[in-house]
């Protein structure tokens, strides 16, 4: 550096010199004017060579500062006056604003529109708008900021530190100014204010209420939804699919998305895969567990209402890509049938099209022992129809190399300010997302269902039952949501599309109840196998609008939502084997014409549309009564909804006396055999149609509300009202799948259409920080369209058919009261009772009307069920321990833990004749209860988070205890899932200044699977005097032999009958642990 | 802005890459089977060690004892066209038997064969006859379980009482020793058997010779102290007969797998017929 003398500011530009250049660099002119002014000048060789501009300056009278600016012209360079030196240096970068956003309400949790938000240190402002939220462009620095609205006391917080390009969350919550005009203004810190909003919503919601936010969502390495529902209160998921609330079993929850219902992804089941939605798009998830008279559906467990952002607080362009590793999935062969060139794109490539239309339906009009004179439709036909079906390549299980789970996200989000408070504004977000898994799950035993019981003999290790379940997964997800923002005026709308490619290749090894192992003929296991690829199409598009005119609030949606979800060429397969004097082989079974049902081996197509129409309007009216503030709010809603389910099943099969060698013919050529030049002796597709194989419902579901909402003295809320609300189903064509139901009929009629559904919810907070509350609502629980079709098909999972008998509303009277203290920012200790009284709730039961000790799992409403439990909640900061180690105040605890016992009062379906010799049906009602299905007594979640500035650390642990799975008349019916502990734990880190964020999430790190057992009959005997006693109920004639009970017991090996004696395994399943690294990169 | 296209496109291409090494139709789980030739033979008798037996480098089964062709081992399964079978020791892995069958061979008989733990022969080598002499060598197996024993003729005295729940009442027993002593693990010389001469204590008592084993140390029957249980089928001579006999009986006191101790026993003159 060089520094010189006698240069001052004016001297610049009155000193004239005489300057000639000629494409100079800019050293060597500076040091010319150096030279000509006499003035010292401070260079930096390092910086002037960063820049190659050559100067050309042809001048007899120039101002020294007018050539020095010619000189650093189009540079980043400057020059300045230090000490009568001219120091030539670096530009200072212009700092990019920062934001400060967030959502301005009054101390009951009611969005303030028109509140105003100030900068003390530089005047500016911004108005809230419509639903509250405010948006402030600051450059960075640390402010204060002031937060007014009439009548409300005006809250000052100090030390809001705005960062470059980044937003600052700041909710505010101001108190109602009791004393008139008088100007009050609290003073809080940032940091205080900033954390304790995390619970302000819960706090001043006005049913009870658990959730999590935008914020507490990114201080969590969650990338889905699925992953981020567990760390609420009470809630608890499996596979991320199904939710289960307060222990109360997934049919009576139910999911929201921007306020519209979400379909269930599976036919038979209610299910819906929350890791669609990226967590990067969640504006928060609320749960609520009680229910006020504007919900539009009705609950018992919980109503989980996922939110996504429409309009951002800033621009954001941010991509993400992780990979996961499952230790049970990673170096082992992952079986499957023949895959399509584009499976991992989502897509068919046209592979599984087998299922042309107007097939031919043979079913008495063709038998190929019999000659064209003889058949209806002749052999020319059957050929033809081979041909147009194609051929059996894709058929047979087969070795693939598992591939890591992938995953990549784009999403964009844009904000356009049409005003200078940036109150009005537009914006959009959107977000691409891809993401394949392959799955391995091994089930080292299935005893359930259609398989055998117990081994032959006790001490038999290899008379087992086992096999693996793969999953390949690839979704793709596209969402698209944009908004339109004033102060008085917001318009959203969501749209979200999603293709689900996801194919379950189940394959088990072992023996049949039907044919246990034994040393002649079953001496070696059979191999059933089942393929599902299943392509869904889920596509929902919502707008919806909130005004607010005066004193009105005007809310109304409209949307529309369609899953279309098709199994294309779903195979069922069974190997028999082969003993050889050089090994065991083993050999696809093909039907036979005189097969009832399916057969052996059949491929399948299931196709099910489901098209939903829901809109709803309401109006709130806000006055006041003195000093008190009320609330009438009023409205409509309407949800129609339209299912198709069809179903073909193409059975391969062979005449009776064909010699076709299929021992010595692999699978994939069978196709090759079904020319029927030689009729007797070719295969060929044998479709069997007793029935339209058609189903197709519609439902209307609509209703209309009443609220009222007093703010009656300080810290009293009452909301109250009624809501009437009307459902019927219709099924207009309802086929029964199996050849057995042809003649059954279903039983589903509502008791009536219109229900009429009160609520109330008391809020009494009789000190700060404290709530006090107490509800109680009615709430109906609708059954699924699919639930009363006649349709059933085999679960491999369960090993049984899976069936229904008519299933009607559940009415559910909720009793609640809850305790909540807010002892610190962030931080919540609570406790709540509910009571809840079931009408008709419907059950998953195992049936065996047909006694053939197999039985089939069927859904039907039980009379009553009473549930009651408690629930506690704690999350506290670590502060308080130790003043001295400053990072525990970024470390919280956090547990919950829910009790609950449930009663059922079930009832058994009977069927006879009345009095006029019609055929009737009642109930035979049982004197014992018993627990609820679904039912899980004992869940707890406890867990530690640090949330640093750059690291992260979490670790938790889940347990869940005895659930009843299924349920029955008997124990030995009923199916337990045994308790389990899952413990995962993430760590995150933010590099680049807050730009890139890794996380790795290990998941089920003790590998724990999950287990399921009956109570075997071998546990229980019959009490003395009961022998010989008919149409005893079990709990009469039977009781637990000692050392027994209804939990489980392992038991032992009797060593005189060589059987065991003890509880039925009836499935485990373990999943592995996975491990997952994601990154991501926000620009 | 140039970074940020490049970071997009990179994450764009990226899946591309990964998905582009995917499979599609995978490697088939089960093998073609080109022919089953259904008539394959294998038979023998194995003491002393255990017999492995490989086809294709793959171990399937294990022989002890007896070895016959059971009704679904007669066949071989040919996903080539030829199956190397070998017989290997257990306790060396020494190869002692190589065969090789051909898809086109109309039968695959593997000659009988006996392995005495040392040495494999094909087939089993017993004397001859002489005149009308009986005379049969013993081979007691050595398991955990077995003890030396005595080997005798007993004939039972009875009469018939079809008043009584068991109508046989034996009322005497006559012994006659035919091997005292016999070690587990190694065949006896060939011993004379002689004809059993008895007369009933009275004219309405019948006879029966039985051929049993006893402990040789407890002198209780062999298996479950029972004595119906410890019979062996072993030939005995009677007054006249001709011509002779030789017999080799090979026992072996077993559990069944339903945890009743019984008594195997083979007459291997009977398994190598000449």
Partial sequence: MLLA?????????KLKIVLHLNKSGIKESLLAVEKQSKIRFSLSDDLLTKYTKSVTIDAEDISVRKAIDLILNQTNLRHRILNNFVLIETKPVQAKPGHVSGKIVDDKGETLPGASVKVVETGAGAQAGVDGGYILNLQPGTYTLEFSYISFQSHRITGVMVTEAKNTPLNISLKTDSKGLKEVVVVSSYRRASVASLYAQQKNASNLSDGISAEQIGATPDKHVGETLKRITGVSTNDNRKVVIRGIAERYNVSLLNGSALPSTDVQERDFEFNLIPTNLVENIVVAKSITADMPYGFAGGLVMITTKSVPENNFVSISAGSSYNSRTIGKDFLGYGRGKYDYLGFDDGGRDHFPDGMLNLVGKFDPTKDDSQNEITAAQVAEQNKRIGGTERLGARRFKPVSSQNYQLSLGRTYSLDSTKVRRLGFIGSLSYRNTQTNDYVSSIRRGDWAREPTRGDDLTDKNSGNIYGF?????????????????????????????????????????????????????????????????????????????????FEWGLARTTIKSVERDAISAEQGFRETANGVFYIYSIGNISDPGAGPLHRDEYLYKEDNLDALFSAAYDFKL???????????????????????????????????????????????????????????????????????????????????????????????????????????????????????????????????????????????????????????????????????????????????????????D?????????????????????????????????????????????????????????????????????????????????????????????REIQYGKSSDGLDSMYYKYLKYPRALYGQVPLLYNAGIQYA???????????????????????????????????????????????????????????????????????????????????????????????????????????????????????????????????????? | MIKKIRIIYLATILPVLLLSACEKDGTPMLPAIKAFNENFNISGFVIGDTIVQYFDNVKIREYYGQVRTVRTGNQLAFTTDEINMELKRKSTGETIYRQTFNINDKQSIVPPFYFDGLKFNEGYAYPVPKENEYTANFYVESNGSSAPVDINIEVLEYYEDSTKPDPIVVVHTTTIPLAENVQPGSWTPYLKIPVPMVIPEQDDHYLYPIVVVRDSKTKDYYISKNRDMSVISLEIPYDGVSPGKVQSIYLNRKTSIEKVTYLESFDLVQLFPR
């Fill in chain 1, 473 to 553: 997964n690839t979704t793709l997800g596209l969402m698209l949501n944009g908004g339109y923002k004033t102060e008085k005026h917001q318009i959203n709308s969501y749209n979200l599309y999603t293709r689900i490619f996801d194919n379950q290749f189940s394959r088990f090894t072992g023996w049949t109840f039907e044919n246990p192992k034994n040393d002649d003929n079953m001496k070696f296991p059979k191999i059933l196998e089942d393929e599902r690829p299943k392509f869904t199409d889920l596509l929902q598009n919502k707008v919806s609008g909130t005004h607010r005119v005066n004193s009105f609030t």
């Fill in chain 1, 948 to 1083: 640093g500035k750059k690291l992260g650390l979490n670790a938790s642990l889940n347990h869940a205890g005895y659930k009843t799975f299924i349920t029955g008349i008997s124990p030995n019916y009923v199916e337990y899932e045994r308790p389990r502990t899952q413990m995962d734990a993430q760590v995150s880190y933010i590099f680049f200044k807050g730009k890139m964020q890794t996380k790795l999430n290990m998941s089920n790190l003790l590998d724990a699977p999950f287990r399921y057992f009956i109570n075997d009959p071998t546990t229980f005997e019959i009490k003395p005097g009961n022998e010989g006693e008919l149409n005893l109920e079990w709990n009469e004639a039977y009781a637990y032999k000692f050392g027994f009970s209804e939990k489980f017991e392992e038991g032992y090996t009797d060593q005189v009958t060589n059987r065991l004696v003890g509880d039925r395994q009836t499935a485990t399943r373990y999943t592995g642990r996975t491990f997952s690294l994601s990154l991501s990169y926000n620009f």
């Fill in chain 1, 814 to 906: 909720n009793y609640d009261a809850k305790i909540e203290l807010f002892p610190g920012a962030g931080e919540i200790l609570s406790a709540a009772y509910f009571y809840k009284y079931f009408d008709k709730p419907a059950e998953y039961y195992r049936l065996d009307n047909e006694n053939n000790g197999r039985g089939y799992i069927t859904i039907s409403n039980s009379d009553w069920a009473k549930v009651r439990g408690w629930e506690f909640e704690l999350r506290k900061n670590l502060n308080f321990l130790y003043d001295g180690a400053s990072f525990l105040k970024d470390v919280y605890v956090s547990g919950n833990l829910t009790l609950q016992k449930s009663k059922v009062r079930a």
């Fill in chain 1, 5 to 13: 003398d006698s240069a001052k500011g004016q001297n610049l530009d």
């Fill in chain 1, 626 to 812: 003195g000093k008190t503030r009320h609330t009438l709010k009023a409205g409509t809603n309407y949800l129609k909804k339209h299912a198709f389910y069809d179903w073909q099943i193409l059975p391969i099969a062979m005449g009776r006396n064909s010699t076709v060698p299929i021992e010595l013919l692999p699978i994939q050529e069978w196709g090759n055999y079904m020319s029927m030049e030689n009729t007797g002796n070719s295969l060929f597709y044998y479709k069997q149609d007793y029935t339209l194989n058609k189903f197709e419902a519609k439902s209307l579901n609509k209703g209309a509300f009443v609220m009222l909402d007093h703010k009656l003295l300080p810290g009293l809320r009452m909301v109250w009202g009624g809501r009437a609300e009307y459902f019927k189903l219709d099924t207009i064509v309802n086929s029964a799948s199996k050849l057995a139901d042809k003649n059954s009929q279903i039983f589903f009629a509502e008791k009536k259409d219109w229900y009429f559904l009160p609520s109330a919810n008391l809020t009494y907070s009789p000190i700060k920080d404290l709530n006090l509350r107490a509800s109680y609502a009615k709430a109906a629980v609708r059954p699924g369209m699919m639930e009363n079709s006649r349709f059933s098909r085999f679960n491999p999972n369960y090993g049984s058919v899976v069936r229904s008998n008519g299933v009607s509303s559940t009415l559910i």
